[in-house]
């Protein structure tokens, strides 16, 4: 080694790869895993081979230098040492010396030092993306714990993250390399006779909303909308991230997920479903909407669920300040006719009937006698065309029209989205929401929760969710059947 071009003995080169691979990986992809798991930039950075490539290239240089040394043959004579074969195995677990020398004779060329040093962090890298994706992909618990064992002890790291695999049931990751690994669960499945009934019920019914579930049965540009949410998550990659990250949530706090009732659909089906606790008490309710592309496959969730704070009569209060009512509009004719199925009424009442001078009345002759209306800006439903009947007064405000956007075909239920427009202009913020309509054993319409997005405040539910993340209210909300006593007797 020329001693004008070296650096404590190193060759500047490799002590040039040595300070990269050292450094740089400590802030991406390290940190990034460590601090924002989830966050679409770090899988951006982490899935493609690139880093741990580099620092291979880098290590692989060191090793050129090395070999290009003088006393290169010498050090490779220390190499063959540590390796000795006339060390058999009954003598591997004795306390032979032989290897151990060797290997720290080599440890005194400072070339070597810098290439067993790029070795280990380039392999540590390696397997720390491994558990990354793999965690990701499979809603490993543990994930921050195992990245930093793995960075700072390696193997202790590994076996920790096999022990968080294995105790949370997961079981350990599959044969197949670490890239299959990550994408298994995004391999589309076939799609014969799949429509939105098959696909909610594949995702969200007998999958339980697990990541792995949904994600299988969504097409690649699948979008997931939470009404609450200021935008929606776009791609199967953002959004799989996304449902894991509550799946481990869930999991740390003993939650599930309790389906109410289910409408069906071919390109759109939906449900009603609540939270719960091991000890089986109920939670935030909600309602979730998905949509089906030509292939059968989700191109669209809409997630919705109900407010924390009630704002009950003041949402009618609010409405009517803002609504601008119209000026020189005729109420609008229609053709009467008997809808047939839980779909055609909901059409009926909003794109046939909405905008006469007897809308209220036509409603409710559709609606069952004993109705239960959950209009989830209330504490309590709404019991029985009476009750149903005064909310209807208070929600008749001149210049609210109310759009339904996709609605499903179901004849038992139907689930449909919607915006509200108040007649303040084009560019006012318009009302999101989702509803659910049943149907009773006398064909008309038993049932309703109505879902919209305005009335959810984000910094309260996540208060709520940190307080009590099972339920993600901050106290246990009334049974179906407690509430109904509870607006009966009011």
């Given at each position: 080694m020329d001693p004008v071009s070296a650096v404590n003995g190193v060759d500047p080169t490799a002590l040039r790869c040595f300070n990269f691979v050292t450094l740089a990986p400590q802030v991406a992809p390290w940190a990034l895993m460590v601090i924002a798991p989830r966050w679409r930039v770090t899988r951006a950075i982490v899935e493609p081979w690139i880093v741990p490539l580099v620092c291979a290239m880098a290590h692989a240089t060191v090793d050129g230098v090395g070999f290009a040394s003088p006393g290169a043959l010498e050090e490779a004579a220390k190499f063959a040492r540590v390796f000795d074969p006339t060390i058999g195995p009954d003598l591997w677990l004795s306390a032979?010396?032989?290897?151990?020398?060797?290997?720290?004779?080599?440890?005194?060329?400072?070339?070597?030092?810098?290439?067993?040093?790029?070795?280990?962090?380039?392999?540590?890298?390696?397997?720390?993306?491994?558990?990354?994706?793999?965690?990701?992909?499979?809603?490993?618990?543990?994930?921050?714990?195992?990245?930093?064992?793995?960075?700072?002890?390696?193997?202790?790291?590994?076996?920790?993250?096999?022990?968080?695999?294995?105790?949370?049931?997961?079981?350990?990751?599959?044969?197949?390399?670490?890239?299959?690994?990550?994408?298994?669960?995004?391999?589309?499945?076939?799609?014969?006779?799949?429509?939105?009934?098959?696909?909610?019920?594949?995702?969200?019914?007998?999958?339980?909303?697990?990541?792995?579930?949904?994600?299988?049965?969504?097409?690649?540009?699948?979008?997931?909308?939470?009404?609450?949410?200021?935008?929606?998550?776009?791609?199967?990659?953002?959004?799989?991230?996304?449902?894991?990250?509550?799946?481990?949530?869930?999991?740390?706090?003993?939650?599930?997920?309790?389906?109410?009732?289910?409408?069906d659909g071919e390109k759109m089906a939906g449900m009603t479903f609540h939270r719960t606790n091991e000890a089986g008490e109920r939670g935030l309710r909600g309602t979730i909407a998905v949509e089906v592309d030509e292939n059968g496959m989700i191109s669209r969730i809409t997630r919705a669920t109900e407010p924390i704070l009630k704002p009950g009569g003041a949402t009618a209060k609010l409405l009517k300040s803002v609504a601008k009512a119209p000026e020189g509009v005729q109420p609008k004719s229609r053709v009467d006719r008997a809808p047939s199925g839980a779909a055609d009424i909901v059409k009926y009442l909003w794109l046939e009937v909405q905008g006469c001078d007897d809308f209220k009345e036509v409603a409710l002759s559709n609606f069952s006698r004993d109705i239960l209306y959950e209009d989830v800006n209330f504490e309590l439903p709404f019991v029985g065309r009476q009750q149903v009947d005064e909310f209807l007064d208070e929600f008749d405000i001149p210049g609210l029209t109310f759009h339904p956007l996709v609605i499903s075909d179901g004849d038992e239920a139907c689930v449909f989205t919607w915006e509200v427009d108040l007649n303040a202009g084009e560019t006012a913020t318009k009302v999101r929401g989702v509803s659910f309509y049943a149907l009773g054993a006398d064909g008309k319409v038993s049932y309703i929760r109505d879902i919209p997005g305005s009335a959810s405040s984000p910094v309260l539910g996540s208060f709520a969710a940190k307080m009590n993340p099972a339920l993600r209210t901050f106290a246990p909300t009334p049974t179906e059947a407690e509430l109904v006593q509870r607006a009966k007797a009011r």
């Open positions: 032979t010396t032989g290897p151990f020398e060797a290997f720290n004779e080599m440890l005194e060329n400072p070339n070597f030092v810098a290439e067993e040093w790029t070795h280990v962090l380039t392999w540590d890298l390696f397997v720390g993306r491994f558990v990354y994706l793999d965690a990701l992909a499979r809603g490993v618990p543990n994930l921050r714990a195992c990245l930093l064992f793995i960075n700072f002890t390696g193997p202790p790291g590994l076996l920790l993250y096999a022990w968080s695999c294995v105790t949370s049931g997961k079981g350990l990751p599959p044969i197949p390399s670490d890239s299959e690994t990550a994408k298994l669960i995004f391999v589309d499945r076939p799609t014969a006779s799949a429509n939105a009934t098959s696909r909610l019920r594949e995702a969200f019914v007998d999958g339980r909303g697990r990541a792995e579930a949904v994600i299988r049965a969504c097409a690649p540009d699948v979008r997931f909308d939470d009404i609450s949410a200021p935008s929606s998550i776009a791609g199967r990659d953002a959004v799989y991230a996304e449902l894991a990250r509550r799946d481990i949530d869930d999991e740390k706090s003993g939650a599930s997920v309790v389906v109410e009732r289910v409408a």
